[in-house]
Nanobody, 125 residues
């Protein structure tokens, strides 16, 4: 099994930046597609970004494209979400997820096998 632990959430003013990290256990991290999802109160879970195992392909939700960047460091078993130009509507719990060897439907939460506990991002103003 894979354990995922998110960190880096917090409070930030609109227009500010945060970087989230997701540290993964397991011996096959480099073979996993990794995704970030978020859920705000009263809203459904929303896809944010995904990156395939090689790191050569990324996918972003339209709502964050141009503002967020997903990356991974396979040597550290860690995936990152760099968030800039944050907006109040970005306020949500952010979750990372993992699925082995997936190159399609990366925006579909149902395709992911492993999930972290989440980290809260709150954007004021």
């Amino acid at each position: 099994q894979v354990q995922l632990v998110e960190s880096g959430g917090g409070l930030v003013q609109a227009g500010g930046s945060l970087r989230l990290s997701c540290a993964a256990s397991g011996r096959a991290f480099s073979s996993y597609t990794m995704g970030w999802f978020r859920r705000a109160p009263g809203k459904e879970r929303e896809f944010v970004a995904a990156i395939i195992w090689s790191g050569t392909s990324t996918h972003y939700a339209d709502s964050v494209k141009g503002r967020f960047t997903i990356s991974r460091d396979n040597a550290k078993n860690t995936v990152y979400l760099q968030m800039s130009s944050l907006k109040p509507e970005d306020t949500a719990g952010y979750y990372c997820a993992a699925v082995p060897l997936r190159w399609t439907d990366q925006d579909d939460a149902r395709r992911y096998d492993y999930w972290g506990q989440g980290t809260q991002v709150t954007v004021s103003s």
